[in-house]
């Protein structure tokens, strides 16, 4: 009876080219779907605009130089601002509701206050945003409430910059509670039980232990909500009148109002290279 061992290396390539084969499909996919769109928005954005408003190919910097050194660079403020503020707002918001939910609410009932929070999210963005602007108009429930309590002349919040801060904290406050609960509802509650024992406070421990545990779901979180709010223009253009000019507006703008596409590309090129630096952040210290 001869019994033929295959070498250790053969087996490590047959093991190697069945998930090549495997991951073959999803290679192709994510090439055709996200590599490749990549690839024309980064040439276009090198090329130019002729009179009729078609790109003309080419190789140069001209677009990049002209965001940079003219004022949409200011746009690119604005948008990092706004990110920024509806993150630190989430996050404070959001910590407190996912502490909450996770060492104050029993069990039994923390799915049911988890699916209030997630059910916003069934309906459209849109449509969300359109029944902000029917509560924050001078005629609707919130100026009639206001009226009938005895306010004569309540203020105007729609098409302000408080009503687009109310709408990206309404829209992304999800995004910064999944993770945040999830990283909460890990902890081993046996070290806040042995500082309490240790004579911590309630503040020291949240400092000390409950913070530190959960950086990652915070960090997850932070991102989840900065990325999609740096392009956000439909917020900032519904509930703030399109008073100020966003990245994402100014993009829309360059695509659909003045057809000059290679500018456009290039914008969003920028805008897609400042997410992959957030985004590689994350995986360098929120992994840890």
């Not at 140069?60 to 130089?65: A, E, I, M, P």
Request: proline share 6%.
């Amino acid at each position: 009876m001869n019994l033929e061992i295959k070498p250790l290396s053969d087996q490590k390539t047959k093991s190697w080219s069945n998930a090549y084969l495997v991951l073959f499909p999803a290679g192709i996919w994510l090439f055709v779907f996200m590599v490749l769109p990549l690839i024309i928005l980064l040439v276009y954005s090198l090329g130019s605009r002729d009179d009729l408003g078609r790109i003309v190919l080419g190789f140069s910097f001209n677009n990049y130089v002209r965001f940079f050194c003219g004022p949409y660079l200011n746009s690119l403020g604005r948008s990092l601002t706004l990110a920024a503020v509806t993150m630190s707002a989430c996050l404070v918001t959001g910590l407190a509701f996912a502490v909450w939910l996770a060492f104050a609410v029993p069990k039994n009932r923390q799915n049911f206050f988890m699916t209030l929070m997630v059910a916003p999210m069934w309906t459209s963005f849109l449509l969300r945003i359109y029944a902000w602007m029917t509560i924050l108009r001078p005629t609707g429930i919130l100026s009639e409430c206001a009226r009938a309590i005895g306010i004569e002349h309540p203020p105007i919040i729609l098409y302000t910059p408080f009503a687009v801060f109310i709408g990206m904290v309404y829209n992304y406050l999800p995004f910064m509670v999944l993770p945040v609960y999830a990283a909460l509802e890990k902890l081993d509650r046996r070290l806040l039980e042995a500082a309490a024992d240790l004579g911590a406070s309630p503040w020291r421990s949240f400092v000390k232990i409950t913070l530190p545990l959960s950086s990652r779901g915070i960090v997850a979180g932070c991102i989840m909500v900065f990325v999609p709010a740096l392009g956000d223009y439909v917020t900032p253009d519904l509930l703030g009148g399109a008073k100020t000019m966003f990245i994402g507006n100014l993009i829309q703008n360059q695509f659909l109002v003045v057809r000059d596409w290679a500018f456009g590309c290039a914008v969003s090129t920028i805008l897609i290279a400042i997410v992959a630096i957030f985004i590689a952040i994350y995986l360098k210290y929120g992994e840890r």
